[in-house]
């Protein structure tokens, strides 16, 4: 029985990747053959001049240097952003979504600062702190401290009110409270946040660097669009994809490890 089901599981994942990778190949050699015979490649590139840029980033090196160094640059704007903004986001959500005086008196002005359309803050930081690595990190950490900061408000006022009355009875203290009950039920929330916050803090420094920087990913794209360089454009995004995917299976392997308590999911549930 248990084997019959192992087998079903591989069948499966082996028709899933299968797929993936067809749709995949179909997708770049339509466009290869779009771009060949009938769009202007000039603009809208194709998959081969893709791939040639990329082994000259890799190889050769960039306009701005080594590409390694500008990965590097910008994640290192990008994770401190991001853990800058989670804790900040994590911290503050929790203690408004626990107290509900200091709600009231946030809320309007949290809701103000939400509204403000954070990406054109960019350019403020440029002119506050500079062209160096302030003004990236700020930029991400505005953008990912609003996607936690509501998902930990709204798990810290989702715990089970029966469980905090039962651990007061059992003369729990606030403390104790927050740590052994409210966080770990909060948790859920916060960690689903931090899956779509990396992509915010790699927007954020991405911005960043395409307002105004010397180094970094984003200064890689503003020059291949000032240049009318397609390939580079795509190239610099198949970049940033990649780590943001790879970010997302090292929050993925986190997440499974500090919610080891939940029950197991189905392996008939579809995943993304």
Same mark, same amino acid.
């Given at each position: 029985?248990?084997?019959?089901? +192992?087998?079903?599981?591989?069948?499966?994942?082996?028709?899933?990747?299968?797929?993936?990778?067809?749709?995949?190949?179909?997708?770049?050699?339509?466009? $290869?053959?779009?771009?060949?015979?009938?769009?202007?490649?000039?603009?809208?590139?194709?998959?081969?001049?893709?791939?040639?840029?990329?082994? +000259?980033?890799?190889?050769?090196?960039?306009?701005?240097?080594?590409?390694? $160094?500008?990965?590097?640059?910008?994640?290192? $704007?990008?994770?401190?952003?991001?853990?800058?903004?989670?804790?900040?986001?994590?911290?503050?959500?929790?203690?408004?979504?626990?107290?509900?005086?200091?709600?009231?008196?946030?809320?309007?002005?949290?809701?103000?600062?939400?509204?403000?359309?954070?990406?054109?803050?960019?350019?403020?930081?440029?002119?506050?702190?500079?062209?160096?690595?302030?003004?990236?990190?700020?930029?991400?950490?505005?953008?990912?401290?609003?996607?936690?900061?509501?998902?930990?408000?709204?798990?810290?006022? +989702?715990?089970?009110?029966?469980?905090?009355?039962?651990?007061?009875?059992?003369?729990?203290?606030?403390?104790?409270?927050?740590?052994?009950?409210?966080?770990?039920?909060?948790?859920?929330?916060?960690?689903?946040?931090?899956?779509?916050?990396?992509?915010?803090?790699?927007?954020?420094?991405?911005?960043?660097?395409?307002?105004?920087?010397?180094?970094?990913?984003?200064?890689?794209?503003?020059?291949?669009?000032?240049?009318?360089?397609?390939?580079?454009?795509?190239?610099?995004?198949?970049?940033?994809?990649?780590?943001?995917?790879?970010? $997302?299976?090292?929050?993925?392997?986190? +997440?499974?490890?500090?919610?080891?308590?939940?029950?197991?999911?189905?392996?008939?549930?579809?995943?993304?």
């Amino acid at each position: 029985m248990a084997r019959s089901a +192992e087998v079903a599981r591989r069948r499966r994942r082996v028709k899933v990747w299968g797929t993936r990778l067809a749709l995949v190949v179909v997708w770049l050699v339509s466009w $290869e053959l779009t771009a060949t015979y009938l769009i202007d490649p000039f603009f809208y590139s194709k998959p081969s001049a893709v791939g040639v840029r990329l082994v +000259e980033w890799f190889t050769a090196g960039t306009s701005q240097g080594s590409i390694w $160094e500008q990965i590097l640059v910008t994640l290192q $704007e990008s994770v401190s952003g991001f853990a800058v903004g989670s804790l900040a986001g994590i911290v503050l959500g929790i203690l408004l979504g626990r107290s509900p005086v200091l709600s009231d008196i946030c809320a309007p002005f949290i809701k103000a600062a939400n509204a403000v359309p954070r990406i054109v803050l960019a350019s403020l930081f440029v002119i506050w702190f500079g062209l160096g690595l302030t003004s990236k990190v700020a930029t991400a950490f505005i953008l990912v401290f609003f996607a936690v900061f509501f998902n930990a408000f709204q798990g810290a006022r +989702e715990v089970d009110r029966n469980l905090i009355d039962n651990a007061r009875i059992l003369g729990a203290n606030r403390l104790q409270i927050l740590g052994t009950i409210v966080v770990p039920s909060a948790m859920s929330w916060i960690l689903a946040s931090l899956h779509a916050a990396f992509g915010f803090a790699l927007i954020g420094a991405v911005v960043g660097e395409f307002t105004g920087a010397d180094k970094g990913l984003g200064l890689l794209i503003n020059r291949a669009q000032g240049t009318y360089d397609a390939a580079g454009i795509y190239a610099g995004m198949i970049v940033i994809t990649v780590i943001a995917l790879a970010a $997302e299976w090292l929050l993925t392997a986190l +997440e499974d490890r500090l919610l080891k308590w939940r029950p197991a999911m189905s392996k008939t549930e579809i995943q993304i």
